[in-house]
């Protein structure tokens, strides 16, 4: 039986006047890569967003403790987005994400090189590290992204759409790489509109039209 790492209820807000909000409970394991699927993409995205501490109310466990929002904010990572006009080497942007929270001066070591070196490998983006961001294509700025956020020391990293304009081999690529990380002690969360995809790849499925989690 795998541990949770989110044991929790969530109000998920009405979409439209006069519509219903509506209750959400999620079980989602450690060490695996859940897939929140269905909805729209504004539900799917308030749902990350909660789940990082930075949207709406949500009550229950995370890791056993009890959930508060600094308790989210420092067990979770959000992705951002990658500026097109960043100038940054990829390795360097990529290198960021082992800075602490709280620390302005960079403090990397060489297991930060390990890992931003892995991470890089693994996500197919070696070859590509000593350009700037500004010089890559959309796809590959977003893949950045992705590597950054798992860079990061945070427990669980939540992804909202990794690669949405990829076609879908590229997509599920993406996915396959990252179930394998998550195996290695990284608990990942992501939306995806896809829902046969979802279903496919996923550890464990939240189906928002369905309001409740299941193991793929």
Not at 42 to 54: I, K, M, P, V
Not at 164 to 169: E, F, I, N, T
Not at 180 to 194: E, K, N, P, Q, Y
Request: charged residues 20%.
């Amino acid at each position: 039986m795998l541990r949770p790492a989110y044991n929790l209820h969530y109000q998920l807000p009405a979409t439209t006047p006069g519509a219903a909000s509506r209750a959400i409970t999620l079980r989602l394991p450690a060490n695996r890569l859940s897939i929140i699927s269905g909805g729209s993409a504004g539900e799917r995205s308030r749902l990350l967003a909660a789940l990082s501490g930075q949207h709406g109310e949500v009550c229950g466990q995370l890791f056993g403790q009890p959930a508060c929002q600094q308790s989210l904010r420092q067990l979770t990572c959000r992705a951002g987005d990658c500026a097109e006009s960043c100038r940054q080497t990829l390795h360097h942007y990529v290198l960021q994400g082992r800075q602490p929270r709280g620390f302005w001066w960079p403090r990397h070591d060489e297991h930060d090189l390990q890992v931003v070196e892995l991470l890089l490998r693994e996500l197919g983006l070696t070859p590509l590290s000593q350009q700037r961001l500004c010089q890559l294509d959309a796809g590959s700025r977003q893949l950045a992204a992705v590597a950054r956020s798992l860079a990061g020391a945070a427990p669980i990293v939540l992804l909202d759409e990794p690669l949405p304009d990829a076609v879908q081999p590229a997509r599920r690529l993406l996915l396959t790489r990252l179930q394998r990380l998550a195996r290695t002690g990284r608990t990942i969360v992501l939306s995806l509109a896809d829902a046969v995809l979802a279903a496919e790849l996923a550890d464990c499925l939240l189906q928002l039209d369905a309001g409740s989690p299941h193991a793929a």
